[in-house]
Nanobody, 126 residues
Framework: QVQLTESGGGSVQAGGSLTLSCEASGNVLKNGCMGWFRQSPGKEREGVAAFYYSGGYTYYEYSLKGRFTITRDDAKNTVYLQMNSLKPEDAGMYYC???????????????????WGQGTQVTVSS
């Protein structure tokens, strides 16, 4: 079994920054994918970013490239999402996702999640 533990959400003013963290524990396989999705009230959950362990390949929602950066600390099994120049439309619940495979395919775009975190709230005031 795998558990995802998120942290780092909060409230910021527009233009500010936040860093989200997600630690995976348990039976985490070697070459999976960890990433982030978000959901705002009244909207469907959407992909934000993905990190593929094998080769460190990253994938972003196109409109977020340049403002958001996903990184991973292999030793800690933790993925980070650095969010800069935040806008009110970035607000929502952010969920960590893990595709727990030994051969996750980076050409698949966002992680095909086997596990989800509980979510962390991001609020951006204008």
């Amino acid at each position: 079994q795998v558990q995802l533990t998120e942290s780092g959400g909060g409230s910021v003013q527009a233009g500010g920054s936040l860093t989200l963290s997600c630690e995976a524990s348990g039976n985490v396989l070697k070459n999976g994918c960890m990433g982030w999705f978000r959901q705002s009230p009244g909207k469907e959950r959407e992909g934000v970013a993905a990190f593929y362990y094998s080769g460190g390949y990253t994938y972003y929602e196109y409109s977020l490239k340049g403002r958001f950066t996903i990184t991973r600390d292999d030793a800690k099994n933790t993925v980070y999402l650095q969010m800069n120049s935040l806008k009110p439309e970035d607000a929502g619940m952010y969920y960590c996702a893990l595709e727990n495979l030994n051969n996750a395919d980076p050409s698949g775009g966002f992680c095909d999640a086997d596990y989800w975190g509980q979510g962390t709230q991001v609020t951006v005031s204008s």
